[in-house]
């Protein structure tokens, strides 16, 4: 999956759950999601929707504010999560 | 369902021991459930006075509520998704007359009779502050500048069973609560953070004041409790009484547009409301006054006696010496 495709599924999850004002899909990747107005209760759902939906578990280190903070951010949390588990 | 008890350390347990043979706390056979004397009750009444007069100073109306809260609430306030561990419900016999006799013997036999209860419309209240959101919303629309309520000493349950004497599953929270516009309720919060530090110190109590977060659960709560911690939307006045870590005595909480959201506070102008809420934990400061100043209130320093009882402090240590 190339990189182009984790930031539209990622943005596809945040259209499901970060409950934002805005359209996800108008968001630059560095854009501060919290500072575009998704609560701390929805950015755990976000958590929880890109574990189901790229079959990854963030371990507890990455469960912070940072790691969510933009769609950079995450891509970044998920292709290192991904280059760990095996294809299949 | 026998839950598993959290374990009391060597001076919580020696601690609790000397409150039980002083009388001050009435054991019920339940960890965390404890009835109090009149010694007890009268600096824990003095100190929800005091409480409450330094709100009625400061515009507070007061609300009072029973220790119960509409199931449907709890369901659509988030708690079972942050709390599902510490929520206690309401269960009732459901059925006729064969049922209530099998209940009754099993229930005598003490074994397993909860086939036959079936949940009421009613959940223990899990804070003090819970009903009070929606009774200000179905007022309508905020006054100018916002309403403070104190919902007073009310007691709240947390199905947290322990040895240690300081965590309750059911005691007495005295909650304050702001609703307003944003500006207005974080400086609220701030102010009253100092100002409870300023109570607790005046009580002789080492209070510090530091950010905390809250007892989510799971995962889900791992990741919650960093992010109120890196928002800062939970402080605490932390004092050491029993045990490694100090005891929180009282907490001051930022929800955002959380309540304001869920139960539809509005601002004059129409906009969403901010809510922010006090807690005081009446028990928790009467402990950290026994075990720092003694078992005996009546021979407090007189500087502390002043703060409670601020006609009879003097003269009443007189007579005791």
Request: proline share 6%; aromatic share 8%; hydrophobic share 40%.
């Amino acid at each position: 999956m190339s990189s182009d495709e984790t930031v539209a599924d990622i943005r596809g999850v945040l259209a499901e759950q970060a409950r934002l004002p805005v359209d996800p899909g108008s968001l630059g990747v560095d854009e501060d999601l919290f500072g575009a107005g998704m609560t701390s209760h929805a950015s755990v759902n976000v958590m929880l929707a890109l574990e189901d939906r790229f079959d990854i578990e963030f371990p507890d280190a990455m469960l912070t504010r940072d790691a969510f903070s933009s769609i950079g951010a995450i891509a970044s949390a998920v292709s290192s999560l991904k280059a760990e588990t095996p294809a299949g | 369902m026998a839950p598993t008890v959290r374990e009391a350390s060597a001076d919580q347990a020696e601690f609790l021991d000397e409150l039980l043979a002083a009388g001050l706390l009435l054991d019920s056979g339940v960890p965390g459930v404890y009835g109090h004397d009149e010694t007890f009750e009268d600096v824990r009444e003095r100190l929800a006075d005091r409480l409450s007069a330094e709100a009625a100073q400061r515009g507070a109306q007061r609300l009072r509520f029973p220790p119960v809260l509409p199931r449907r609430q709890l369901e659509s306030s988030g708690y079972l998704s942050s709390f599902p561990h510490l929520a206690g419900n309401v269960y009732a016999f459901d059925g006729d007359e064969g049922a209530a006799q099998r209940q009754s013997e099993r229930a005598a036999a003490h074994e397993d009779w909860s086939e036959f209860q079936q949940p009421t419309e009613l959940s223990m209240m899990p804070a003090a502050c819970y009903p009070v959101y929606p009774a200000i919303a179905r007022r309508g629309r905020l006054p100018e500048g916002g309403v403070f309520v104190d919902a007073g000493g009310a007691w709240v349950f947390r199905h947290e069973p322990s040895h240690d004497p300081m965590r309750r599953q059911i005691f007495h929270q005295h909650e304050l609560v702001r609703i307003g516009e944003p500006d207005a309720v974080l400086e609220w919060r701030d102010e009253w953070a100092n100002r409870g530090l300023e109570i607790l110190r005046g009580l002789g109590l080492p209070a510090e004041l530091d950010v905390a977060n809250d007892p989510f659960f799971g995962r889900r709560g791992r990741m919650l409790a960093r992010n109120q911690q890196a928002d800062k939307l939970k402080l605490e006045l932390l004092v050491p009484i029993a045990g490694p870590e100090p005891t929180a005595c009282a907490s001051f909480n930022h929800h955002r547009d959380h309540f304001g959201s869920t139960y539809g506070l509005e601002l004059a102008d129409g906009s969403t409301a901010h809510t922010a809420c006090l807690g005081f934990g009446h028990e928790r400061i009467v402990l950290a006054m026994l075990r720092i100043h003694g078992l005996d209130p009546a021979r407090w320093p007189v500087s502390v006696r002043a703060q409670l009882w601020p006609q009879k402090g003097r003269d009443e240590r007189v007579e005791h010496d």
